[in-house]
């Protein structure tokens, strides 16, 4: 049945080459970009092929520790993707792998589930109600950076948002869509922000949480070009700040923060790595309940904005 499995859904391992895609940059931070790309993939093969939680403890843990998180994204894509064949149940296989090995990696699996989202075309609300309240809207991130990655002349180029998401889910899927331009600039940090100022001023403000996102988690480049990044984000400082230290947190919950998750914290927050994921864990306190899924500001957004006032008010992020 895997194999079978595989055969319908799988993904050609050369729709991760950035060379496929038309992204350029310097060979090095390429190669270590579209190892993400090729280590996402393996992740949602094995999803695909065996979704019990033990075989992918074994498969997925096999994965160095920097790049275990982007494995467990691509399982997360995979079981959404099995699971959304029988619509009339929960989760179950998602939510099995998140109560096993996958709970280090929670932020990145919900990720995952955008993919499938975008694959699939499965509605937002369908998804979202079946997701933590609070962490389902990182499978819209998810979607953001599908889209702006293997539909970059459209949703980057263009700058078009799909029709279908409405409200909160516009914003959040452009929080994922500044998490592909590190990939799809190749984090050439003069051409991501270079490419953030042709968007809508509008849409900025989340494009710049994205980019510290994926500049902290992915990282590649030395200080003096974060330094560049936080100096060109101006008045979206905190927007830039607060990805990083959610990028901090996720690296640290999954036991593995590397020099690129601790120089990222430190520029873009001014902030140890340690506490910069402290603060994300502060400003869960007292949130609304619930998914808001109709509200322009769900819980997930006021989380997001406590951390932004947080970071400014140490002075860190201002």
Known sequence: MGVLTRRIFGVDPSEGSFAKRGFHGAPEVRQRLERVATTFLDGYHAALEDPSP????????????EFRGWVYEGAGMGLTVLDAFTPWRPLRRFDA???DSGDSYTYLIHVGAGWAMARLRLPTGWLLRRLDPLLGWLALDGYGFHEGFFHHRRTVVEARVPGRLEG?????????????????EAADVERVIARLATFAPSRHHDLWSG?????????????????????AAGGH?????????????????GGFADQNTARGAQVLCGLSCED????????????????????ERPPFEHWRTKIQHTLTSAGVAA
């Open 54 to 65: 033990e075989s992918l403890k074994v498969r997925l843990g096999a994965v160095s520790d």
């Open 97 to 99: 792998l998140l109560a």
């Open 168 to 184: 909160y889910a516009r914003r959040a899927f452009d929080q994922g869509l500044g998490r592909s331009l590190w990939f799809s």
């Open 211 to 231: 980019v510290g996102l994926a500049a902290t988690y992915a990282g590649g480049v030395p200080v003096e070009h974060l330094e560049r990044l936080r100096q």
């Open 237 to 253: 400082r905190p927007a830039l700040a607060q990805g990083a230290a959610f990028a901090a947190k996720a690296r640290l919950r």
């Open 276 to 295: 910069a994921a402290a603060a994300t864990d502060h400003a869960l306190t007292d949130l609304p309940s619930g998914h808001g899924l109709t509200e």
